[in-house]
């Protein structure tokens, strides 16, 4: 199932126009405030109206302007989880989880057991909302969302009133939904890592325009894009898999620019992360390094560069996938940095996250 998007509406002094697919996985809509996020998430669960679109979802029309068809919102089988959770205050959490599967009203209403186990949430069942942390409440929103049978779930910054410890708690529930669901996300988001650690496909809009739809890992490796998306945060994601904890503690993982180490990842030999690694903090040599303290250096080859006003922005072959990294123009010049050049990249820090089932955790190199 795939989702399939083409708006445009004129608001007084703003002027939407996005045209993007999106398919299984999840979808992230990243832009500036302001650039139209949420009223592209608004437009596909029908509380918006545009001018003129085409949104279908796995091949059914839910609005075509030219042909006048415009499903309302209870009728788009939508799940629809908003920046503060609505929970209903005097119902508890077995009963607002509920209050979703009575909303499907149909015989394929998805396993109340599983979901409540995928969202953590088998303990919290007789509590009210009032007991609840914000994370836990954001749980049981999507619970519920997940437990009306939506054909796709749309979350316009679930997280925002989190501070960041909870939200790093809830991350993972969020890959697990990914991973595990067969139901494509649109996901609103202004924080970048966020966007790398959950995405598997990204949508940049800004000032109500596409700048590009693409596969995640392709996109946050552009330098393109990076000064659109914000170079303190450009940085790209690559594969890694876990292949030994050593005994010192650290876990040792298998790149396509060879072996990089992080602070123990209490998962088995074999599971498969996504490594984000950010453009600042990566440093390039043009010889391996020795007699470093950072353990992390890959190997590759300069793909592409792109001088900006504020440095340089390299991205780097690793196999088959890319790496970015910001250095000085000067650097880039000394270095004669040159498409198809070998070229040593020193990690800095890395953010992990599982691509599967499992315990999840961040490291720093
Ligand atoms: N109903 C409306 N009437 C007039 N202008 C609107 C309306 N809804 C949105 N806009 C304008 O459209 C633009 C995009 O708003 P939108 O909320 O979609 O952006 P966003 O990317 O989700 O922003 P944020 O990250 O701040 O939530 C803004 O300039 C906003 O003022």
């Known amino acids: 199932m795939s989702l399939s998007v083409a708006l445009k509406h004129q608001f007084p002094g703003f002027a939407l126009d996005v045209a993007f697919d999106a398919p ?8 500036r405030s302001g650039s139209g996020k949420t009223s592209v998430i608004n437009a596909v669960a029908g509380l918006l109206h545009p001018d003129q679109g085409r949104i279908s979802a796995g091949g059914t029309p839910l609005l075509d302007t030219a042909q006048r068809i415009n499903l309302p919102p209870h009728r788009r089988r939508l799940g629809y ?22 909303f499907a009203g149909n ?11 995928l969202l953590g949430l088998h303990s919290l069942l007789h509590r009210r909302p009032a007991a609840l942390s914000g994370g836990e409440k954001s749980r049981v929103a999507i619970g519920r969302a997940l437990l009306s049978n939506p054909a796709l779930l749309l979350m316009d910054e679930p997280f925002a009133a989190l501070d960041d410890t909870r939200k790093v708690e809830l991350l993972p529930y969020i890959e697990a939904l990914r991973d595990q669901t067969q139901i494509p996300i649109l996901y609103v988001s202004h924080a970048l890592p966020e966007v790398a650690r959950l ?12 700048l590009r739809a693409g596969p995640a890992a392709d996109l946050l490796a552009d330098p393109d894009l990076a000064p659109a998306i914000g170079l303190r945060d450009a940085g790209a994601v690559l594969t890694a898999r ?10 040792e993982l298998h790149t396509a620019g060879g072996p990089i180490w992080l602070p123990q990842i209490a998962s088995p030999l074999g599971t498969a992360l996504r490594i984000r690694i950010a453009a600042q903090d990566v440093i390039l040599s043009r010889s391996r390094p020795e007699g470093l303290s950072a ?3 890959l190997t590759g080859t300069v793909r592409d ?9 390299i991205q780097i072959a690793i196999g088959p996938e890319n790496l970015l990294a910001r250095v000085t123009t000067r650097s880039a010049e000394t270095l004669e940095l040159a498409p198809g050049l070998p070229i040593f990249a020193i990690v800095k820090s890395v953010a992990a996250a599982q691509t599967d089932i499992g315990t999840r955790q961040e490291g720093a190199a």
């Open 107 to 117: 015989p394929t209403t998805p396993n109340f057991d599983q979901i409540t186990n």
């Open 81 to 102: 989880v908003f920046q503060d959770a609505r929970l209903f205050p005097h119902l508890t959490v077995r009963q607002n989880l509920r209050y979703g599967r009575w």
């Open 199 to 210: 995405a598997t496909t990204l949508v940049v809009l800004d000032q109500g325009k596409l």
């Open 295 to 297: 353990l992390n250096i």
């Open 242 to 251: 876990i292949a030994a904890q050593d005994a010192d503690g650290l876990t």
């Open 305 to 313: 560069i792109r001088l900006t006003d504020q440095g340089a922005l």
């Open 24 to 31: 299984p996985g999840l979808t992230a809509l990243f832009g």
